[in-house]
């Protein structure tokens, strides 16, 4: 039975780590199997803005995506989860994307992996797990008279080692790193007309896990460098260098026949976090949800000007126990209490578990979440306060059979009602006025059979703010209704193909109404329609993609993403006095092919 | 970093969306004087632009319409007969201004005009400095090929023409070819066909001085 379980574990992890149209990105993977909304600026989930969505390395805050919305992330270096309602452990907005980078396997190999877009190579030993990778240059070759492009390779890379490994104490190093560098010269224009972008983030962990009795302790330590770097033309430039210090400490105690309960789990833990950010800034301003844009800004624009250092603290506590009330009923309570910078909040979370038939189980899950106003321009107003969710969601789920066979299906609601939301005036103050309500409903449906996988998922959401409790409610940036994927995966022999299919509906923009021209600046700058107001069309594509094993060490692949080159309008291009627009589309037809060999 | 990443999206190799800011075959206004652009106590002024149109050749029209509407000094802006003038205040009157818009005894008010012309919806914003007297700034040398601007500027099909000019802030336009670095000093005329129609250069200072020059162009 194990042997047939460790099977259907790989079986599943090459269905995931071969999901058509992701190219080894489980970022991308899991953004497709979660259906989440995909943005620019990385996953939307359950209207939240992608920096809502916490991204975690080793269980620290750490940037994922680089500048061409790829994720750091291998399937080799980590694994990943998407946590909705995370528990009492966890500052945030209610949702977060976590990685752990692996921990080395008890085995040695060294594979090479090498695509079309990047190459990757690997290590495990019995107590070092490594992984670096380059992508290729993203850019399509420069168009004659447009912008020139010189782009490096992005670099990633993950590492995991065992310094110390005993029968009660374990001590492990991690670190992560990725780097981008981006520089574009306007082929017909002048020196001020180059652009550059670099980031390069490194974050270094060291974890402690001590095991005695019934207690469980988990330490660590971490080290954050974060330095990004953006400049244009000979004015704009925005330069963030941040070092960030934590440390996260729990202790774990299993109890059993405590008042009357049969198994009752204690946690008690704290964190902190001191981070630095030494700003340069003199920019446009930076984005904010509510405040309509074209992506277009003029190059003398450099409203947004700071130059210091700024300061950030967040600390937190918080203890929860998980008790079996009975043989299919199991309740988790608890509390976390946080402190940011002089914000405390108090924030109570609990969920509860029922077993309702064989292979059927129901889930009620509640909490508050804070999210510390910590984003782009919220450092420069240290008199915003953390933002406020509230979050409510039931589950039911039949899982498949012991044997990992079977029919599977989730359906599922939630409720978020969001205050305090930071939003900026127009003119660049912020306040705490807005608010925001989601609620959706998803259902998903599946088979695992002996050489097939098939799988369908709907969400239909609904999604909207207000800039303050009393303005009229308008839709959410990235408020997206219907959101439907199909997957089929069979396994023939040493081949595995795959199929998948994502309608979603079209995100909403706002229209460009007119534009007013400024005569000393020579420049026009656009009036808006009311925000949020039309939606681009329906968006749909077909992924393929087919494995071969070829012997016992060498594996190929080809990927087409999109195969029919459906291209609905995602952006709008627009000329320089705003009343023509282009559409800009979503990427077209794109090949990739690799090989991955055992060195 | 969202800016980075909405910047980069506006980096990638797409090409302009046309028509483009040199081209004057459009209805459009491309540049607006104020003469004199800082207006002295008791001092009047003027407003015309310089109009491209989609089927003709450039004209200077005066302002349709003109308000200040969100300056206490509204009052600058009169309609005498048949035509706008911008009219300063008295001395008296730039001082109390002052003191209510917090600016030092004797600074440069800044006086924000919006106008419109004739056939545009558009409004066009355009600041006039009440409190000192400045004019409109002179057009340098300009060079087309090389040689100094005659009256009428003939030149060669499928060629390259480097155009140079003067000021800092400049704007090249033409209805014949295609240019680069049009908003640059140093810009380049790529001519195609035979081809009658204009250059224009428009120069700004950091007062919000204006000035332009039209020159007919025939590409033979």
Redesign the interface.
């Known amino acids: 039975m194990l042997g047939a379980r460790l099977a259907h574990a790989d079986e599943l992890r090459d269905v995931v780590e071969r999901a058509p149209g992701t190219v080894g990105d489980p970022v991308a993977t899991l953004a497709q199997l979660q259906l989440a909304v995909v943005t620019p600026a990385g996953l939307s989930i359950e209207g939240a803005l992608p920096y809502e969505v916490r991204t975690l390395v080793d269980r620290y805050d750490t940037p994922l995506f680089h500048l061409d919305h790829h994720s750091a992330l291998t399937w080799w270096g980590s694994s990943l989860s998407l946590t909705y309602a995370p528990g009492v452990e966890w500052s945030g907005a209610g949702v977060q994307l976590q990685a752990a980078t692996t921990e080395p396997r008890d085995w040695v190999a060294s594979p090479l992996t090498l695509t079309t877009l990047d190459a990757q190579i690997a290590l495990n030993g019995p107590a070092l797990r490594a992984v670096g990778r380059a992508w290729w240059p993203w850019e399509d070759p420069p168009v004659a008279g447009a912008h020139q492009v010189h782009t490096w390779p992005a670099l990633d890379g993950e590492v995991s080692y065992w310094l110390r490994s005993s029968q009660n104490l374990g001590v492990r190093y991690a670190a992560f790193a990725m780097a981008d560098s981006a520089h574009y010269d306007d082929a017909g224009g002048p020196a001020d007309h180059h652009v550059s972008i670099s980031r390069t983030v490194i974050r270094h962990t060291l974890e402690e896990l001590y095991r005695r009795g019934a207690w469980t302790g988990v330490f660590s330590q971490s080290l954050l460098s974060d330095d990004a770097a953006l400049a244009r033309g000979e004015l704009q430039r925005h330069d963030d260098a941040r070092v960030s210090v934590a440390t996260r400490n729990e202790l774990r105690r299993a109890l059993h026949d405590v008042a009357g309960l049969a198994q009752l789990d204690v946690r008690l833990g704290a964190e902190a976090n001191v981070t630095r950010h030494a700003l340069d800034i003199a920019d446009a301003a930076d984005p904010h949800e509510n405040v309509p844009t074209t992506g277009i800004v003029p190059l003398d624009d450099t409203r947004h000007r700071f130059a210091g250092t700024i300061w950030t603290s967040d600390v937190g506590a918080w203890t929860s126990a998980t008790a079996r009330l009975a043989a299919n009923i199991r309740a988790t309570t608890g509390l976390r209490v946080e402190a940011f910078g002089t914000d405390l909040s108090v924030q109570p979370r609990g969920k509860l578990e029922l077993d309702l038939a064989d292979r059927l189980g129901a889930a009620l899950a509640a909490g508050a979440y804070r999210r510390a106003p910590e984003h782009a321009d919220e450092l420069e107003h240290p008199q915003l306060h953390p933002e406020r969710t509230t979050r409510v969601a039931i589950d039911l789920e039949r899982r498949v059979d012991p044997r990992g066979r079977g029919t599977f299906g989730v359906i599922g609601a939630y409720y978020l009602d969001r205050t305090h939301l930071v939003e900026d005036d127009g003119t660049g103050k912020l306040a705490n006025s807005g608010r925001g309500t989601t609620y959706g409903a998803t259902a998903s449906a599946g088979v695992i059979a002996r050489h097939w996988i098939a799988m369908a998922t709907v969400v239909v959401e609904h999604s909207d703010r207000q800039v303050t409790p009393t303005s009229r409610a308008r839709p959410f940036e990235y408020d997206q209704p219907v959101r439907f994927d199909v997957r089929v995966t069979h396994f023939v022999g040493a081949w595995q193909l795959g199929a998948h299919w994502a309608l979603r509906e079209g995100l909403p923009y706002t229209r460009v109404a007119g534009a007013h021209y400024d005569a000393d600046r020579d420049v026009y700058l656009p009036d808006f329609a009311p925000l949020y107001a039309e939606r681009f069309p329906w968006q749909h594509q077909l992924d393929l993609r087919v494995d071969r094993a070829i012997g016992s060490r060498l594996r190929a692949y080809l990927d087409i993403a999109n195969v029919y080159d459906a291209r609905a309008a995602i952006g709008w291009d627009y000329n320089f006095n705003f009343t023509v627009r282009r559409a800009v589309t979503a990427p077209a037809i794109t090949p990739t092919l690799g090989i991955r060999g055992e060195l | ?21 040199w081209q004057l075959a459009q209805d ?2 491309v ?2 004087r104020v003469t004199p652009p800082a207006l002295a106590a008791g001092e009047h002024g003027l407003v015309d ?1 310089l109009i491209a149109h989609a089927d003709g050749p450039t004209t200077v029209e005066p302002a349709s319409v003109l308000v200040a509407a969100h300056s206490p000094l509204f009052g600058t802006v009169n309609y005498l007969f048949d035509h706008y003038e911008l009219i300063a205040p008295d001395e008296s009157t730039l001082a109390d201004a002052r003191v209510e818009l917090g600016l030092a005894a004797g600074a440069d008010i800044p006086l924000e005009v919006e106008c419109d012309f004739e056939q545009f ?7 006039v400095l009440l409190g000192r007297h400045a004019d409109n700034p002179a057009l340098g040398p300009v060079t087309v090929g090389g040689q100094p601007a005659d009256a009428t500027i003939v030149v060669a099909h499928d060629a390259d023409i480097a155009l140079e000019a003067g000021g800092v ?1 400049t ?1 090249w336009l033409t209805s014949c070819g295609e240019l ?2 049009s ?2 000093p140093a810009a380049l005329l790529h001519t195609a066909g035979a081809c009658g129609g204009e250059l224009v250069v ?1 120069e ?1 200072d950091a007062t ?1 001085g ?1 000035v332009w020059q039209v020159w007919p162009l025939a590409v033979e």
């Open positions: 970093m969202k800016r980075a990443l909405l910047l980069l999206g506006a980096c990638t190799t797409r090409p302009e969306v046309a028509p483009e800011a459009r206004v540049a607006v632009a919806k558009l409004i066009t914003d355009k600041q802030t704007r680069e670095r908003d640059q428009v700004r919000g204006t």
